[in-house]
C-alpha cells in the first residue's frame, strides 16, 4: 500500500522559507512521481510542483519558478519542497501526492496525504 505522509508547515512571514518534506513508502514500481499540490480557502487543488523518482525530471508551476525547489533523498525515500520568498498568495494547504505520470494535474495521482498547513502572514 502506497502512503505518503507531509510534514514542515508553519506559519511564516512575508519573504521568508519554509521546507516540506513527503515521506514515501509502498512503492513496488521503480519509476514513479510525487508531486506537491496546495490548496487555499474557496479555490480549487492546483499543482505545484514534481519530481520523477528515477531520473528526477521536475515541473513548476509559474507562480512558484525561481522560488520554489523540489528535490528528492532516494536513500530516505523523502522528497521535499523547499520555499523561498513566501507571499501570502502562498497560503494554503500543501498536499503531497502519488502517481506515476510526471506533471501537474492532479487528476493522475492516486495517492494523497492529509495536507499541511502553509500560512503566511505578517
Not at 519509476?31 to 480549487?44: D, L, M
Not at 536513500?75 to 506533471?103: F, H, I, R, W
Request: proline share 2%; aromatic share 14%; with cysteine.
Amino acid at each position: 500500500q502506497v502512503q505518503v505522509v507531509e510534514s514542515g508547515g508553519g506559519l511564516v512571514q512575508p519573504g521568508e522559507a519554509l521546507r516540506l518534506s513527503c515521506a514515501a513508502s509502498g512503492f513496488t514500481a521503480d519509476y514513479y512521481v510525487i508531486g506537491w499540490f496546495r490548496q487555499a480557502p474557496g479555490k480549487e487543488r492546483e499543482g505545484v510542483s514534481c519530481i520523477s523518482s528515477s531520473d528526477g525530471r521536475t515541473e513548476y508551476a509559474d507562480s512558484v519558478k525561481g522560488r520554489f525547489t523540489i528535490s528528492r533523498d532516494k536513500a530516505k525515500n523523502t522528497v521535499y519542497l523547499q520555499m523561498n520568498s513566501l507571499k501570502p498568495e502562498d497560503t494554503a494547504v500543501y498536499y503531497c501526492a502519488a502517481g506515476y505520470y510526471l506533471g501537474l494535474n492532479k487528476y493522475e495521482y492516486d495517492y494523497w496525504g492529509q495536507g499541511t498547513q502553509v500560512t503566511v502572514s505578517s
